[in-house]
């Protein structure tokens, strides 16, 4: 079975400051892997996805992620981070034949102005 | 509807009672599910609804949850004689159901919270 594993349950940065949140996955074939966004008061909200092709993938407000498969993993970054960009993050990945994704434990991101 | 509906936003009950949860998901999708967002923890996949087809209810942690989803929309998830340990978030969310990495649309969740 499909696992994820986000080892940093919160991070503080400072506005402007780049960020890396990290995600680490346990699948036996390529993986489908997405990383989500929860703002408070808020549903979820996909930042970007991964299936195949080109390792970098751009999202939505300024964010990429790189699936790395020797390392099993596939960060989020962002090279300049807004107050806005508080919130908790969620990493997932799915399998292949099963729709339902496995998420991370989340990690929350504090922005200090 | 223009996103994923549920309701309530909040439930207050007790140890023992029963409770249902409501979800509306996007008018065409038809792939519906639940997951469980406990304090500190991911979210826990529940139960998942493609069309017309089986249930896939392999994340139902007991006899005490079952889910049903009606006319292939609104989907009722229902907790008997709730515990503490199932207080928790409740997300809904549904997708188009037409491919395994599809993007997922969430609703707001209901705040379980049993006392």
């Known amino acids: 079975a499909q696992s994820v594993t986000q080892p940093d349950i919160h991070i503080t940065v400072s506005e402007g400051a780049s960020l890396e949140l990290r995600c680490n996955y346990s699948y036996g074939a390529t993986p489908y892997l997405f990383w989500y966004v929860q703002s408070p008061g808020q549903g979820l909200q996909l930042l970007l996805k991964y299936f195949s092709g080109d390792t970098l993938v751009q999202g939505i407000k300024g964010f990429e992620a790189e699936f790395k498969r020797s390392q099993s993993s596939f960060n989020l970054r962002k090279p300049s981070v807004h107050w806005s960009d508080a919130a908790e993050y969620f990493c997932a990945v799915g399998a292949t034949g099963r729709r339902a994704l496995t998420f991370g434990s989340g990690t929350r991101l504090q922005v200090q102005p | 509807g223009a996103g994923v509906s549920q309701s309530p936003s909040n439930k207050v009950t007790e140890k023992g009672k029963d409770v249902e949860l409501r979800c509306d998901p996007i008018s065409g999708h038809t792939a519906l599910y639940w997951y469980r967002q406990s304090l500190g923890q991911g979210l826990e996949f529940l139960i998942y609804f493609q069309g017309n087809s089986a249930p896939d209810k392999s994340g139902l942690p007991s006899d005490r949850f079952s889910a049903e989803r009606t006319g292939g929309s609104v989907s009722t998830l229902t907790i008997q004689r709730t515990q503490q340990e199932d207080s928790a978030v409740y997300l809904c969310?549904?997708?188009?159901?037409?491919?395994?990495?599809?993007?997922?649309?969430f609703g707001s969740g209901t705040q379980l919270s049993v006392l």
């Open positions: 969310a549904s997708s188009l159901g037409t491919t395994t990495n599809e993007k997922l649309f």
